[in-house]
């Protein structure tokens, strides 16, 4: 099946430091999210964006959906401890019971 | 808390043996579940859309009779692996989004599979 293009594929930051992830796809999304998944565990929503251009904020993880449609970027500032994980990008068409296409993943490491 | 939760979180058992894993809606109606299967450091990837009262419509490359989905309620889908064998071992998420909104997916949190 298809997936979106996620970069980068892994991370490797210090604490306190900003990360920046982003998606691209080669069609139109009209909803983008953005999910984070701990071992073992399914995805969990951090952040849905219905609007081209739209930037919206969870506390210190910030998101914009690309005014192309086809591309969306996620920022987490003064990153912590319990940031590590893989986050993975999604779109969507219109509705909320349309199947997603998910990205390829980036793997979050935090060097102590 | 969960809002769709999925039973059970691991399976081990012999090849040849069919599994049913379950996953439910909590206090949401959920008219479409969606399944999806996750390899070792790898992304989701959508198996099939689970349609309440309906038959289920499956991706391409996706057996639907080694994969058999009920979707028999309106907080109950489950997808029946039959006749498994090594390769099927994997981990097997569901998702759920509220009837008729536009609200984005509830995952579960998978159930890790494994064939002997």
């Known amino acids: 099946g298809q997936q979106l293009n996620q970069s980068p594929q892994s991370m490797f930051i210090q604490e306190g430091e900003d990360v920046s992830m982003n998606c691209t796809s080669s069609?139109?999304?009209?909803?983008w999210l953005w999910y984070k998944q701990d071992p073992g565990e399914g995805p969990v929503l951090l952040i849905a964006l219905y609007k081209a251009g739209e930037l919206t904020s969870n506390g210190r993880l910030t998101a914009q959906f690309g005014i192309t449609r086809k591309d969306s970027f996620l920022n987490i500032s003064a990153s912590i401890p319990s940031d590590v994980g893989i986050y993975f990008c999604?779109?969507?068409?219109?509705?909320?019971?349309?199947?997603?296409?998910f990205g390829t993943g980036t793997r979050l490491t935090i060097i102590p | 808390g969960a809002v769709v939760s999925q039973h059970p979180s691991r399976v081990i058992c012999k090849s040849g043996t069919s599994v049913k894993i379950e996953c439910r809606s909590l206090?949401?109606?959920?008219?479409?579940m969606f399944w999806y299967r996750q390899f070792p450091k790898q992304s989701l990837m959508l198996m099939a859309t689970s349609n309440e009262g309906s038959k289920a419509t499956y991706e391409q490359g996706v057996e639907k009779d080694k994969f058999l989905i009920n979707h028999a309620s309106l907080t109950l889908s489950t997808l029946t692996v039959t006749s498994a064998h090594p390769e099927d071992s994997s981990f097997y998420i569901c998702?759920?989004?509220?009837?008729?909104?536009?609200?984005?997916?509830?995952f579960g949190d998978g159930t890790r599979l494994s064939i002997l």
């Open positions: 998702s759920a989004t509220r009837q008729d909104s536009n609200q984005p997916q509830h």
């Open positions: 999604a779109g969507q068409g219109n509705f909320g019971n349309e199947k997603l296409t």
């Open positions: 206090d949401f109606q959920a008219t479409t």
């Open positions: 069609s139109i999304f009209n909803t």
